[in-house]
């Protein structure tokens, strides 16, 4: 059974930082492009930022270049998403997502965790 399970979610101040966790099972980890897509109410759903597990390219959209980073830990099948300078803008629901083709991962991932709540308030 594929899961993708995230965690690290939660409220933060302006300016402030969270690290979100994609611990994923049931299919070969090293094989497979893992990233984040990000959706607030009444917004589509918007690639975040990508790792391939083949060669290590990474995509990342522009409002978030310089101030997120996606990183990978094979060892623990794991993918994280270091967040600084969070902006209010950056408040919505944060899913892992993975597919076997880095290209096909910004179309339609095969697989998708629940997601978490990333909220930036004052």
């Known amino acids: 059974e594929v899961q993708l399970v995230e965690s690290g979610g939660g409220v933060v101040q302006p300016g402030g930082s969270l690290r979100l966790s994609c611990i994923v099972s049931g299919f070969t980890f090293d094989d497979y492009a893992i990233g984040w897509f990000r959706q607030a109410p009444g917004n589509e759903r918007e690639g975040v930022s990508c790792?391939?597990?083949?060669?290590?390219?990474?995509y990342y959209a522009d409002y978030v270049k310089g101030r997120f980073t996606i990183s990978r830990d094979s060892a623990k099948n794991t993918v994280y998403l270091q967040m600084n300078s969070l902006k209010p803008e950056d408040t919505a629901v944060y899913h892992c997502a993975a597919d076997r083709d880095f290209v096909d991962w910004g179309i339609l991932p095969d697989f998708w965790g629940q997601g978490v709540q990333v909220t930036v308030s004052s």
């Open positions: 790792m391939s597990g083949r060669d290590g390219t990474t």
